[in-house]
C-alpha cells in the first residue's frame, strides 16, 4: 500500500493551504495600510486664514472655511480700515485698525457672510463658512 505516499500529498496540500492563507493575510494587511493612509489625506479648507487689507482691498476679497475656523485681517495700508460684517447690528466689527493691526473671528456656523470698510464703504468682501 501508498500509505506514506498519501502522508507526504497531505503534508504537500498543507503547507501549499499555508503558504496561500499567509499570502492574503499580507494582501489584506497592505489593503488596510493603503486606506488608512487615504482617510488621513488632509483637508482644502484650512483652519486659519489670513486676509490683507493692501490698497484699498481686502485680500483675497473671497474665501471659504470650514465652521469653526478663524479668520484674521491684517492691514497693510497706512490708513486706518475695518472689517465690518453687513447689517445694523454687526456679527463682528474690528474697529478702526491701523498699520499692522490685526483683528480675528471664528466663524461657528456655516453661511455666507458679507463685510466692509466702515471708514470705505465701497471696500468689499465675504466669507463663505460651509
Ligand atoms: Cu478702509
Not at 483637508?43 to 478663524?70: C, L, N, R, W, Y
Request: charge should be neutral.
Amino acid at each position: 500500500m501508498s500509505n506514506s505516499a498519501n502522508w507526504t500529498t497531505l503534508t504537500r496540500w498543507t503547507a501549499i493551504v499555508w503558504a496561500v492563507l499567509i499570502l492574503i493575510g499580507i494582501a489584506l494587511a497592505r489593503a488596510s495600510g493603503a486606506k488608512a493612509a487615504a482617510t488621513t489625506a488632509p483637508s482644502t479648507q484650512p483652519d486659519a486664514v489670513e486676509i490683507g487689507i493692501t490698497d484699498f482691498h481686502f485680500v483675497p476679497a473671497e474665501v471659504t472655511i470650514k465652521p469653526g475656523a478663524t479668520v484674521t485681517w491684517v492691514n497693510h495700508d497706512d490708513i486706518p480700515h475695518t472689517a465690518t460684517a453687513d447689517g445694523d447690528s454687526p456679527l463682528f466689527d474690528s474697529k478702526a485698525l491701523d498699520t499692522d493691526d490685526k483683528y480675528s473671528f471664528t466663524f461657528t456656523k456655516p453661511g455666507t457672510y458679507p463685510y466692509y470698510c466702515k471708514v470705505h464703504p465701497h471696500m468689499r468682501g465675504k466669507i463663505i463658512v460651509k
